[in-house]
C-alpha cells in the first residue's frame, strides 16, 4: 500500500514530515482536510487518538509528529549514526515542540482578553527564551544541531514557518542563525521544488482576528 500522511491544508506540525519525505524521495499521498471545517466529528472518531498528522504505511498507523518525522528519517543520513549525536537531535526537537506548546494556546484561545494576556507573554518572554538559546546551539555547531545535517532541523523549520503564519511574525529577521538554518532546509532539492509547487500558506480564516 502507497505510503500516506493526513494533516490540515496548511503547513503546521506536518509541514516538516512534508520536507523530509520529498527531500529523500519517499512517494506519498499528501491528503489534506480543511482546516476551516474541522472538526469534522465522525473523522476526529476514526483517527487513534483523534487528531493529526497520522501517517500510513503497509496497513499500520502512526501517530505524532516527532515519531512519524524520525520514522520517515530512518535508513538516511538525517539519523546520526553516533547514539550521543541522536540523543542531542532528539532533546532539541523536543525542546522545539516545548516551546510549540506555548504557542497553540495562543491561537486557538477565543476571549479577547485572555489571548491578549498569553500574546504579552508569549512575545515578550517565550519566544526570546527559546530562540536565543535554539540560536546559541545552532550557532555552536555550524548551523546544525549536532553538527551535520538531520531531520531535527526540519523540525526545526516547521515550526518556524508555522509561528510566521500564527504570529504574523518574522522570526528569521530577529533570529539570524536560525534564519540561516531554516534557509538552508528551504532550498534543499526535493524540498525547494515542493515550496515552488505548493505556494504560500494564508493564516485560516478561523484564526485569523484581523489584528
Do not use: C
Amino acid at each position: 500500500m502507497p505510503k500516506k500522511l493526513q494533516y490540515f491544508n496548511i503547513g503546521g506540525l506536518a509541514e516538516p514530515i512534508r520536507y523530509i519525505l520529498h527531500y529523500t524521495k519517499q512517494d506519498f499521498e499528501d491528503y489534506r482536510h480543511d482546516i476551516d471545517t474541522w472538526p469534522d466529528l465522525k473523522i476526529k472518531a476514526s483517527l487513534p487518538y483523534g487528531q493529526f498528522p497520522i501517517y500510513e504505511e503497509d496497513g499500520k498507523v502512526l501517530t505524532q509528529t516527532l515519531a512519524i518525522a524520525k520514522y520517515v528519517s530512518r535508513d538516511t543520513e538525517l539519523i546520526p549514526d553516533d547514539a550521543w549525536q541522536r540523543a542531542v537531535v532528539e532533546s532539541a526537537v523536543y525542546t522545539v515542540f516545548d516551546y510549540w506548546k506555548n504557542v497553540t494556546p495562543y491561537f486557538l484561545e477565543k476571549d479577547p482578553v485572555k489571548k491578549e494576556e498569553l500574546k504579552k507573554v508569549l512575545f515578550d518572554e517565550t519566544i526570546e527564551y527559546y530562540f536565543s538559546r535554539f540560536s546559541k546551539h545552532l550557532s555552536e555547531n555550524g548551523g546544525y544541531f549536532s553538527g551535520k545535517l538531520s531531520w531535527g532541523e526540519f523540525v526545526l523549520t516547521g515550526v518556524v514557518e508555522a509561528s510566521n503564519l500564527f504570529l504574523k511574525i518574522e522570526l528569521e529577521k530577529k533570529y539570524p542563525v536560525v534564519g540561516a538554518t531554516v534557509e538552508k532546509i528551504r532550498n534543499l532539492p526535493g524540498v525547494k521544488e515542493y515550496i515552488k509547487a505548493r505556494g504560500v500558506y494564508k493564516l485560516p480564516a478561523k484564526f485569523d482576528d484581523k489584528k
